[in-house]
């Protein structure tokens, strides 16, 4: 029903449009013929009124009196026009060639050329001068005949000295003192009861919830049986799922039982 409903308010449109169109056909029609009419009328009245101008004039019936007649002229002979010369053709005068100024060449300066480096003098041959030989100093012969006994003796004194020095045995060296014992270290808490929070993904904030419910170290947590795990996660809130997720229990059991290593090789470094 809704489509026919518009298919007739859209033909009623059409039909409205086309009535106004046709009644503005005919008042421009209408208007159109009373111009016509109009400017008939106003030829008509223009022609009647040009029609009655000539009749307003008075006739002219009376006729002037006629002028006595002149005495006859002889008639003069028309100057007959003087033949005129046949036109020479014009001479133009011969356009002289344009003397075109040719326009000056600029000679460029000359570049200053540096002088050419004087010829190099050939240098005289040096022969070479031999070194001449260098000659032995004299020797005197009383002097180091002299100074022979001394460093003689003085040779002889060092060598008791040296023995000497060498005959001293060498001291023992105290005996080194024991080291002190390592003192004992210091007793912890069980592994048993480490905290919580030394577990991977457990925070203070889970810490304080597990602390409400009542566990507070890891040997607690790893106690917990399957049963026990899934009613402590569904309590956590908005932590529920980390504890199977994070291996809480894994790594409390490890923790639990003292096993570091294990605990690092599988979770990483505590």
């Known amino acids: 029903m809704q489509p026919t409903t518009v298919d007739n308010t859209m033909t009623s449109i059409v039909l409205v449009i086309i ?34 101008r000539p009749a307003a004039k008075p006739p002219l019936s009376e006729k002037k009196p006629s002028a006595a007649p002149l005495a006859s002229v002889p008639p003069q002979p028309r100057p007959q026009p003087e033949p005129q010369p046949e036109p020479q ?5 011969e356009r002289q060639p344009e003397t075109r100024v ?26 070479p001068v031999e070194p001449s030989a260098a000659e032995p100093a004299p020797l005197a012969d009383e002097p ?16 008791p000295t040296t ?7 060498a001291e ?12 004992d270290a210091v007793a912890g808490p069980p592994p048993g009861e480490r905290s919580v929070t030394q ?17 507070t170290n890891v040997g607690q947590l790893a106690a917990l049986d399957q049963r026990g795990a899934e009613d402590l996660d569904a309590r956590l809130g908005p ?8 291996r809480w229990l894994e790594q409390a059991k490890l923790l639990a039982a003292g096993d570091i290593k294990g605990f690092e090789q599988r979770f990483g470094k505590l």
């Open 239 to 246: 932590f529920t799922g980390r504890m199977g997720r994070d």
């Open 89 to 93: 053709p014009q001479v133009q005068p």
């Open 163 to 169: 023995a000497s020095a060498n005959d001293v045995p």
């Open 172 to 183: 023992e060296a105290p005996p080194a003192e024991p080291a002190p014992p390592a003192p």
């Open 102 to 127: 040719a326009p000056a060449t600029v000679t460029p300066a000359p570049v200053p050329v540096a002088p050419p480096p004087p010829p190099l003098v050939e240098m005289p041959d040096v022969a």
């Open 19 to 52: 009535a106004i169109v046709a009644v503005l056909t005919i008042v421009a029609i209408m208007v159109g013929a009373r111009k016509r009419q109009a400017r008939r009328e106003a030829d008509l009245a223009e022609q009647a009124r040009m029609a009655q």
């Open 144 to 159: 180091i005949a002299a100074a022979a006994p001394q460093q003689a003796s003085l040779a002889t004194e060092a060598e």
């Open 199 to 215: 577990i991977k993904g457990l925070g203070p904030k889970v810490a304080a919830m597990l602390a409400e419910l009542g566990i």
